[in-house]
């Protein structure tokens, strides 16, 4: 018998599923499936890095005794950074628990090369929709 697959998005793509990505952003008790996953990986990706090269190009514009101004920049600098990689993290806990199991399998991609590796072929697996625990949706 072969399983359903599920997408949290009716058509998953490059922007419907970079919304899931800012809509979930703190949430990790629900899952993801691998398109949603990858597409908005994808979408992110690409908005961070539009708006990382917007500021990091304004700073190298300003003069260099403007502490105000610069300061303001690479603290938005750093609230982009740290968006980026919360949703991403976020994002991999959902999918892995698409895929039946903990967050806590997050942590294999601490391991040097190995782990990180081992945490692409895990996020790039089919879905597990049986007996899975966590809810398709909350």
Not at 40 to 63: D, E, N, R
């Amino acid at each position: 018998m072969r399983e359903s697959v599920w997408n949290e998005s009716f058509r998953p793509g490059i922007i419907s599923s970079t919304r899931l990505y800012f809509q979930d952003l703190f949430v990790g008790a629900k899952r993801m499936s691998r398109k949603d996953f990858w597409w908005g990986f994808l979408g992110m990706t690409i908005v961070a890095g539009v708006i990382v090269s917007l500021l990091a190009w304004i700073i190298t514009k300003m003069p260099v005794d403007d502490f105000y101004w610069s300061s303001i920049v690479g603290v938005a600098l750093a609230i982009t950074a740290g968006y980026y990689w919360i949703s991403v993290f976020t994002a991999t806990i959902r999918r892995l628990h698409d895929r039946k199991l903990h967050g806590w399998w997050v942590l294999i991609g601490l391991v040097p090369f190995v782990g990180e590796i081992g945490l692409i072929v895990l996020l790039c697996l089919p879905q597990h929709d049986f007996g899975n625990r966590w809810p398709k949706q909350i």
